[in-house]
């Protein structure tokens, strides 16, 4: 079992910095991280103030220049990496969680459960998810916990699908049938063998669904469809499209934002890879 | 033959049954949110009096939701066609869908059809060039070009094209008012439209196409036949084309048919970003006036088309793959 004793996490790290993508991946989101974290502190305004001229160009004084409120485009940007990295990460970490447990139980005790989750993945894994998410999210309300509830149910089949077919390959291994053959009940086996198998593979999973689900909520975002009360990169676009940002060529509100949602992307996308290929020896021997 | 015709009867079982429970979905999803479905189908005050007493008559909404509604929204649906009535338009929602698809097909038609070919093509040549320096920076672009969102490189090309350079209309199908003195002009009117909204959308699926066809093809290109083929002597072009390229088309066709699902998100807003006026661009529109049954309405149609294009996907798969239609994979 991987245990997070804090020397072992730094030595870790350390190996997934030596190959490139790992390195990228960790630089950008650590730095990402600090600015989301000291946000009060970097920030130069308070971003719900009005402290500009409306539309103000990049300048001296406001280095992104100023929104149709005359609010400051860099302390909003600033801001709003707080929410969209913290929903980005909760969607997925919890699709992973929701896909693993699932996942699990489909492939180990099989029979009629693993019959009735597999269909619900397959019919789920074929519905459009952006549209399903808009329906929801347009009957259900505009809230943080929605977007999140909203991104979580259409990301969780496509983990469950794979978690589940690693538990079937571990399963299916001699010395969990050996356990078995003496007598270990299935809690025991479960918890001993084959779920600290599985948690490293969530682990990256829910890294690599990150990027996606940031996607995710920018799109719903962008649509209209995000919490009103909470500025992500996404709603600062969504505001930016909608009240004249994008008529008046006024790029300096819409185009940070949205590179810094690419940016994070990357950087989770790399990360991903990297604890991918780490986690998986199979996978590096390929290489 | 024989074979072929009882996969593709059990393909399109398939489909509709996946149909039949998305529309449970769709009648479920105003039921289940807080409310009453008769304020979300048909409380609205541009809804004139006598059509709002007509839609709860038909949709039996002051009876029992099971089975009384859901009989007479299965009923509606299947054997009417009627999936309500939008507020906005103040038309049966099918009519108000239906108007709109033709755009929505165009654009993910072409879409589809320029993607996958030079998508393949890239990824082919960057499985040849692994390892080399071009490559590794080539494959690193194309994963940085996976991170955008959509609507957001939608907004950049507007922002060049149109704003600034002033070649590009700023949205729309067609321009508004124009008088077409032939057929030519109609079709000039209708690709200069399409130009920016088609490279929004191919700009995301090119590199999806790209990474598989590369790692796909990198795994064909460690079997012994291709070591065989270059011992042979055969030329590099040939190798590529005739036994790398035609082993690595197979895993591209499986993403296709999943890739299919996200033509029809990727459509949602890149119409809306450039006005085109599609079934993607008519959900915004109803989100934006809470128009539920539109919305519902816009969402069945989606998932009929994306479901037709699988079943097409899948029956050109196994006519390509006999063992898929043997049911050996």
Known sequence: MVRLKPRRLIDFLKRLAKKPPGAIGLTILLTLGIIAIFAPYISPYNPWERVGTPFEPPNPKHLLGTNDVGQDILSEIIWASRISLTI?????LISALVGTFLGVIAGYFRGLLDRLITSITDIMLLIPSLPLMIVLA??????????IFVIVITSWPSVCRMIRAQTLSISSLQYIEAAKAIGAGSGRILLKYIIPQILPLTMAVSILGTGEAMIAEAALSFLGLGDPLAK???TIIYWAFVSGGFTYGAWWWFVPPG???????????NLGYALEEELNPKLKQQQ | MASFLSFVIKSLVHKFIIFFIVITLIFLIPRLAPGTPIDYLVENPRVPPEVRIELIKKFGLDKPIF??????????????????????????????VSERLVWTLILMGSAIVISIPVGILIGLLLAWRRGSSTGY????????ARSFPVFWIGMVLLLIFSFYLKIAPSGG??????????????LEDVLRHLALPLITISSVFIPRYVILMRNASLNVLGEDFVWVAKAVGLSSRHILISYVGKNAILPIMTLISIDIGFIAGGAVVTETVFSYPGVGRLIYEAVLNRDYPLILGAFTIIVGVTLIALTIAELLYAIIDPRVRRGET
Do not use: H
């Open chain 2, 67 to 96: 089975p009384d509604q859901y009989i007479n929204f299965l009923y509606n649906f299947f054997v009417r066609l009627d999936l309500g009535y939008s507020f906005t338009y103040q038309e049966p929602v099918l009519k108000v």
């Open chain 1, 88 to 92: 980005g990460f909760l969607s997925a």
């Open chain 1, 232 to 234: 992500s990169w996404g």
């Open chain 1, 259 to 269: 590179a810094l949602i690419a940016l994070s992307v990357f950087g989770f996308m």
């Open chain 2, 137 to 144: 920076v080539l494959t690193s672009l194309i994963l940085l």
């Open chain 2, 173 to 186: 199908a067609l321009t508004p008012g124009a008088v077409y003195t032939n057929i030519f002009s109609y």
């Open chain 1, 138 to 147: 347009a009957f259900l309300g505009r809230c943080i916990f929605i977007i």
